[in-house]
């Protein structure tokens, strides 16, 4: 009896093999097995014919109408016409060889699948030579009694049809004999989940759906558990690794800066600030996630854990995702510090540190002085882009990394930083303001600690959002330059925000960092997207003549980014037109008006990100969604969804609601995609924090899962698949 390492070359010969190798990578039973079926069709149940749209490859359910043939015009021979039907809507069949044969086999009334690439020809839609499964019996009574079986329906290519994989996977579950299960018994009977063979059985050749669905949890279950224990081993082992203990010292910097600070900190701030706090004490490398709305304080925390640090003679080093960020945060850590930061020099503190920006586009000079201070330990404080990974960077004692808006960054990057610790690892601190749903987190960043701030400091302004309709209500769109007039007038200043930067970029400027994420492709409005450029000199001789206007982008050399950054944080220009540049961090306390143009380009919480940039002082804020996407249309739920809620995290469940699962887990973790074939990190929450608990109690009790080798086994797998990539690194 056969278990899943066996070949599929022997066991459904060399043919067969070779085409299931080529079309989907499956060498072994296991594969195959663990191939699922996309669905189940009853029998009896038809395809919507008239949902298919031409190109796509598709097997449908029909059943035939009326069949003729009749001579090519072309060339000699006859051709096939089958007509097929759901009932409703039509589709025909073409056949052009082997007529005599088909025709004999396609009567009307016959129940099928047939799979093909849909075309239209002649304004009629067509398969054209179609692989086709005839289904049920000639005979009534046979037909009646496969009338309740479930078909499964595999993901399937031209070279290979369900049906194709139906009969092979049918071969190889007849072979089955026991398995070794990974999932512990005493887990399988806790959760009421079936065996590892019976579920094989049940997703593939169900009898029923309750059959069916019985399978799948089980096999969800396996992906979960899987994956949970090898995060949880991998928690284990970064426990164990060694770092430096920076533990908390009263009369220090950080005691200094706590008594300078102008406001007190939020209950909130004070827990994960404690939790950090005692992180930093263990000699035991800290790996916390902190994520908090876009100004709910994350900056000054992690200024406090870099204080904290420094005061137990290290360093720390921030990292920000672009230039305009790093010298943001530049600024905004030394104003924080005031004479904390300024050592050596004549208005520093007694007890000081300093603070060295290192970018890549900074003058010699200054970067070699930054550079010096970094390898002295000069500055306790290290602000940068991914400049800082670069080799010659090298510093005294590195005690904590922390890493701003996580989301940005390449795992590959989090690790080169790290690895500037010679010896011990540092602490880091992974800082990120785009909500992450909990089993998100729990799956992607499963082998970090999470912390969450979930309220912002009080005397923080409300934001009201409206959508704009441009294209029905033009004067909608006037009413909002005249808003910003008004704003301007009372001496605040607004953004302008566009998904695109224009000039030559084309619409491949999409791919820019600084572009949007179009979330919006299902309804294209049919023009490339408004560019700051065009937009620009539009609204300076037109609705906003006479304003000081700026422009940002990330295509502008980085002294005039600076400079029209600095112009508007200074209040020298009265508004700033640019891409999403602006999305994170950017803080400009009098801005308190957004306008982002066709809005409908950019995801749900792109532009909750974008709006948190106003409101920040003490005038409300206001942001106004500009779109020409129709009433009813998806886009536009989408912005009334933003423009119904300030919650950070239902607005993130809604974004991946829209986006595939493998975006979801994002391009870092491309080998998740291959191991979670059935687990939904939106629908399988329950399932996985389960699985999680699971899985942390077993490591904690049997740390090699030494007593549990077929779970053991596949994680080693697990592992293999992703090369040790994503886990190795994070
Ligand atoms: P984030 O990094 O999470 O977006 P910041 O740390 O930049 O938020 O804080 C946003 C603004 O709120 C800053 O101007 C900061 O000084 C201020 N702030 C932070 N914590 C408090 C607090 N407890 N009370 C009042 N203001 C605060
Ligand atoms: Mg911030």
């Not at 990330?554 to 999403?580: C, W, Y």
């Amino acid at each position: 009896m056969a278990g899943l390492e066996e070949s599929l070359r022997a066991t459904l010969g060399g043919k067969a093999a070779a085409k299931l190798d080529s079309a989907f990578g499956l060498t072994t039973t296991g594969d195959l097995l663990r191939h699922y079926p996309r669905r189940y069709a009853s029998r009896g149940e038809l395809t919507d014919l008239a949902s298919l749209r031409d190109g796509d490859h598709v097997t449908v359910f029909a059943q035939v109408e009326k069949v003729r043939t009749r001579p090519m015009r072309a060339r000699r021979g006859q051709l096939l016409e089958v007509t097929v039907t759901d009932g409703r809507a039509r589709l025909a069949l073409t056949f052009f060889n082997k007529v005599q044969f088909w025709e004999r086999q396609l009567t009307p009334g016959r129940h099928g699948m047939f799979a093909g690439k849909v075309s239209t020809f002649k304004g009629r839609r067509q398969l054209a030579h179609p692989e086709f499964k005839l289904l049920g019996a000639d005979d009534a009574a046979k037909a009646a009694e496969f009338a309740a079986e479930l078909i499964p329906v595999y993901p399937a290519t031209k070279d290979v049809s369900t049906w194709d994989i139906e009969k092979c996977v049918q071969i190889v579950l007849d072979t089955l004999g026991e398995l070794d299960d990974p999932l512990p018994a005493a887990l399988r009977e806790r959760h009421r989940l079936i065996g590892l063979a019976d579920a094989l059985r049940g997703v593939h050749r169900p009898a029923d759906e309750a059959q069916a669905r019985a399978a799948r949890v089980r096999l969800k279950w396996d992906e979960a558990l899987v994956l949970q224990a090898v995060l949880a081993q991998r928690r284990r082992a970064a426990a164990a690794l060694p770092a430096t203990a920076r533990p908390a010292r009263g009369g220090g910097l950080a005691a200094a800066f706590d008594a300078r600070l102008p406001f007190t900190l939020t209950a909130g701030q004070r827990e994960v600030g404690a939790e950090i706090a005692a992180d930093l004490a263990r000699d035991h490398p800290m790996h916390r996630l902190l994520q908090g709305e876009v100004g709910s304080g994350k900056t000054v925390i992690a200024v406090r854990a870099m204080l904290q640090v420094i005061d137990a003679g290290g360093q720390a080093a921030l990292l920000a995702p672009t230039e305009v960020l790093a010298q943001q945060h530049f600024r905004s850590v030394s104003d924080l510090l005031g004479p904390l930061g300024q050592a050596g020099r004549l208005d520093g503190a007694e007890v000081a540190t300093r603070v060295a920006l290192l970018t890549g586009s900074q003058a010699t000079a200054a970067r070699r002085e930054a550079l010096l201070d970094a390898a002295s330990g000069a500055a306790g404080i290290v602000i940068g882009t991914h400049a800082l990974l670069a080799e010659q960077v090298q510093f005294a004692d590195l005690g904590l990394v922390v890493i701003d808006e996580q989301h940005r960054f390449g795992v590959e990057q989090r690790d080169t930083l790290r690895g500037k610790a010679q010896g011990a690892r540092p602490h880091v601190l992974v800082m990120t303001a785009t909500p992450i749903p909990r089993t998100v987190a729990m799956t992607v960043y499963g082998d970090l600690d999470v912390s969450t701030l979930s309220e912002l400091p009080g005397g923080r302004s409300p934001i009201a959002t409206h959508v704009v309709p441009a294209a029905e209500k033009p004067r909608y769109l006037d009413r909002t330059w005249e808003r910003v007039r008004e704003e301007v007038a009372k001496g605040r200043q607004a953004y302008v925000v566009c998904p695109r930067i224009g000039g030559d970029d084309g619409a491949a400027a999409s791919a820019d960092a600084d572009s949007a994420v179009s979330g919006a492709d299902d309804e294209d409005a049919g023009r490339p997207p408004l560019a700051v450029l065009d937009m620009a000199p539009a609204l300076e001789q037109g609705p906003l003549a006479g304003l000081r206007l700026r422009v940002m982008h990330g295509r502008l050399p980085a002294e005039d980014k600076d400079g029209a950054m600095r112009a508007f944080a200074d209040g020298s220009a009265d508004v700033l037109i640019s891409t999403t540049v602006v999305e994170v961090g950017v803080d400009v306390p009098n801005a308190t008006v957004m306008v982002i143009m066709d809005a409908d380009r950019f995801g749900v919480s792109q532009l909750h990100q974008l709006r948190g940039r106003v409101g920040r002082g003490t005038e409300p804020g206001l942001c106004l969604l500009v779109t020409e996407s129709p009433e009813g249309s998806k886009a536009r739920q989408r912005l009334a969804d933003v423009a119904g809620t300030l919650d950070g995290f239902r607005l993130a469940e809604i974004d991946l609601e829209q986006r595939r699962e493998g975006d979801v887990l994002g391009a870092a973790q491309a080998g998740r995609k291959k191991s979670l074939k059935l687990l939904s990190v939106l629908h399988d929450r329950d399932l996985i924090v389960a699985a999680r608990a699971e899985a942390a109690e077993l490591v904690d009790a049997d740390p090699d899962l030494a007593g549990y080798p077929a779970l053991a086994a596949e994680m080693d797998a697990l592992l293999d698949e992703e090369q040790a990539g994503f886990l190795e690194k994070a």
